[in-house]
Structure formats: C-alpha cells, structure tokens
C-alpha cells in the first residue's frame, strides 16, 4: 500500500535527484579546477607574512646557493673561515645569513621565537636533531647516552610548546648506534632475518644474544634499544617521531630497528614512522614489505616519503665496489617511483585512514599537486592528520605557504643547535640537496617579485 502510494512520485523525484547528482559533480570540477589554479605556486603574495629582512636575507643566500662552485666546496670555505675568523667571528658571519634561513636558533628561547612565528604562518615545526654519524665517526656509548638525552630534551620541546597540534620530530638511529654496527647488522639479516620479538624483548630489558653478533656488538646494539625504547616511550601519545633513513649499506639494519619499535609502541596509532628513499631502485617493494608487515604484525604505519639525499656517495661507493647503482638512473624514473608509491600510500589511507599515515616530504610541485589530486578524488580531509605534507625550513616556502593557506597540514623540517653544532648538517644538507639548491630560480623570482611590490607600495606611501 506504500508503495503503490509512493510509486506515483517516483518520475518527479528521479530527475531531481540526477540534477542534483549532476550538480554536484559540475561544483567537484569547478572546486577542482579552482584548487588547480591555487596551487600553481606563482603567486608572489604568500611571501607576504615574511618581513623585509627576511626576503633579503632569502634572496641573498639563495643567490649564493646558484653557484655550483661554492655549494660543492662549501664544507672546505667554511673551514678555511672559521680559521681566518675564529670561532666568534665565524659565528658572527654565519648567524644572520646562512644559519639564520635554515636553523631555528641555538636555546630553547630562539627557537621558540622561530616557532611561534612559523605558526601564524600556519606551519607546523618538525624538530629535527642534527646529530648523525658515518663510518669511523663513531664517538662511544657515553656520546650516544648525551645524544639520547639531546632526543628526549627535542621530545619534551615539541611536546610542552603549543607551536601546533600533533607535534612531529625525526631522529637518526646512528646518532644512538654506532654505523657500523648497522652496517654488520645489516650483513647478518641478509643471510638470517631477526624476529621483530628478538629486538623488542631487548628494549624490554632482556640479555639477549643475537646471531651473528659477538657479545661486544650485542651488547652495544643491547644499549642501543634500550636508548631507543626510553625515546619511544616519552614520545607515545604526546609527539610522533620519524625515523631518516640513510646510507643503503645500513638502511636494512635501519629499518629493522625501526620496524620492531613500530610493533611495540604502533598499536593504537602511528606514533613511530620509517623513512622511504624513493630515488632507490627497490623503493616501492620495501614499501609494500613494510605494509605486508605491517598487517600480519597489526601495528600502524607511518611513512616519510622522500626522493632521497646521498646520491652521489650512493653512487661512487657502488662504482668502487662494483657493485649495481642502488639509484635511479634518471629524474623521470625517480619521479616515477616517488609517485607510484605515494599512490600505493594513499590508497591505503582512504581505506584504513586510522591505521596509516603519510608526510609527503618533497620540494616538487607536480607530485604535491598529484597528492592534493588523489586526496580529493579519495575523499581524504587536508587536515585530517592522515596525510600530511613536508619541506626543509628556509626552502621551498612558496609551495608551504600556499598548502598551509588552502588548509593542508604542512610541517617544515627544523634543526637547532649552536653554529658549530649544525655546521656539519648545514653542509652536508647543501651538497646533498644541490640540485634543489640550484633549481630554487622560481623562488627566487618570486621572492623578487614580493620584494618589489612593498617597494612600490612604499614609494605610493602605501603599507
């Protein structure tokens, strides 16, 4: 009887409802095509929160990091300056130039100041320890305990400032481990895999033995859990912290450490997170391993998608050892790859949004629009905390700016520390990210372009 009653009106509500299905599909276009626009990353007003100190100091040292010259031999002109200066006068030349575009300040006071500031830009800091360590570089269980101390020191700051919601922070495990270490760690597994329970009944305190390790390296990877562990517990529920990847001859170790932490703290949410070099040739199927992983062990994942920043040591090392180039061998392929896993990532999101998470940490503009593209076609919020996105402070801001202003959460990478203390990571980032620094043309411009409005501006009387 209802029905019959309601059958007559079916031909008047049918039309409405396609019209309306119509509708909405015209206003998804329109909205994305409007988003299309917006995120062109052409326009010069999202300088406009930068004062005028700051867009001279920007294009000053961006123009310095235009020569090849001076980038490739930057850590050799910054000893022979530091001798001629001394240590005071150094400090002096590098504070307001260099070190003030990307490091955040030496005390915790600075670097506040750094962070408040950024939050009204609608950034998030990303805390970032520049401590890391290379083959014979290694500096003693003593270092590593103050290292240790340094990390928790980063996870009460990121935790106790209210500089944004969802604090994040990365940590290197070779500031914690000694690298080579890791790299025996990373033969051994090769020929016997570890069971994940092995290293976490280790954070739990047992004396264990590991395979392949003598009882002088098993103990020294038994400190080094435990370091990590005691991180890991003062950073569950309170800050979220990303694990870098690094160099391919220990990366396996890397990750096995960080994927044993992830089991035991990932449980209820993705407070630990791995780092994916995407420039590495087996990039998508350690992605998918860690996902299988992930599933059969029931913890959540959290990814640092990043293209990658040892190339060139990748590269010769594996020419001398002849051994297969680990790296892509072009920047399409690598694009590529960057993509594709991102793509798996997102899937996975828009299915499971609770149990996944992802920091799109690239400068490039084609794969944020790809990633703003496929979050809107999977219906994933901008500020949902599932995906977010991540560049290096004092670069790249026009594309931060921008997200931050149509509402995606956007963190950027932020090391601190004395100038002496981040002068290693401040060479090492440029001669690992040169060819980001040499293609920072359209910032520049951009900088250029903001620059001259408020002189126009000025010289009308404007303000």
């Given amino acids: ?11 008047h509500i049918l039309p409405v409802r396609l019209l309306s299905s119509a509708a909405s599909r015209v206003a998804a276009v329109k909205q994305h095509e409007l988003l299309s626009d917006t995120l062109a990353f052409e326009d010069p007003r999202a300088f406009k929160v930068k004062s005028l100190g700051e867009l001279l100091r920007a294009l000053g040292v961006f123009r310095l990091c235009s020569f090849p010259v001076l980038v490739n031999n930057c850590g050799k ?12 006068g150094f400090s002096l030349l590098l ?6 575009q990307f490091v955040a300040g030496e005390n915790e006071a600075e670097i506040s100041q750094s962070m408040q500031k950024m939050s009204l830009q609608g950034l998030r800091p990303m805390l970032a320890v520049p401590i890391e360590e290379d083959l014979g570089e290694s500096t003693g269980e003593k270092r590593y305990d103050d ?18 919601k969802d604090p994040m922070m990365q940590l290197k495990i070779t500031a914690l ?3 080579e270490l890791c790299v025996k760690l990373t033969n051994v597994i090769r020929q016997q895999p570890y069971d994940l329970n092995l290293l976490i009944r280790s954070m739990d305190g047992e004396p264990i033995s590991f395979p392949g390790l003598d009882e002088k390296e098993a103990a020294h990877l038994r400190s080094g859990l435990l370091r990590l562990n005691k991180i890991a517990e003062a950073s569950v529920n309170k800050v979220r912290v990303l694990v870098d990847a690094e160099y391919t001859y220990m990366n396996p170790a890397l990750s096995l ?11 209820d949410g993705t407070w630990i997170w791995n780092t994916y070099q995407c420039y590495l040739k087996d ?11 992930s599933k059969n062990e029931c913890f959540c994942l959290g990814v640092k998608l990043v293209r990658g920043a040892y190339m060139d040591k990748e590269r010769k090392l594996a020419m001398k050892e002849g051994h297969q180039d680990p790296i892509h ?4 392929d690598t694009n590529d790859s960057y993509n594709g896993c991102l793509d798996v990532m997102l899937d996975v999101i828009s299915q499971e949004p609770e149990r996944y998470r992802i920091i799109v940490a690239t400068h490039n503009e084609e794969s944020v629009r790809r990633a703003v593209k496929r979050m809107e076609e999977l219906g994933i919020d901008r500020d949902g905390g599932s995906v977010c996105f991540g560049q290096l402070l004092g670069m790249c801001d026009h594309v931060s700016l921008t997200l931050a202003k149509e509402g995606y959460s956007v963190y950027k990478s932020v090391p601190y520390g004395s100038v002496d203390e981040t002068l290693p990571y401040l060479v090492r980032r440029a001669q690992e990210n040169r060819t980001v620094l040499q293609g920072i043309r359209k910032e520049r411009d951009l900088l250029r372009k903001e620059l001259n409005r408020r002189l126009r501006l000025s010289l009308r009387g404007g303000s």
């Fill in 329 to 332: 061998q072009s920047w399409e």
């Fill in 77 to 88: 002109l910054m000893s022979v300056a530091r001798t001629l200066l001394g240590k005071r």
């Fill in 257 to 267: 450490v960080t994927m044993a932490m992830m089991k035991k703290f990932n449980k």
């Fill in 283 to 293: 990039s998508r199927s350690l992605l998918l391993d860690a996902l299988s992983l």
């Fill in 147 to 164: 290292n240790m101390d340094t990390m928790l020191e980063c996870v009460r700051m990121s935790h106790s400032n209210a500089w944004s």
């Fill in 177 to 179: 481990l000694s690298p």
């Fill in 95 to 100: 504070r307001p130039t260099v070190y003030a």
């Fill in 1 to 11: 009887m209802l029905c019959s009653y309601l059958r007559p009106s079916l031909p």
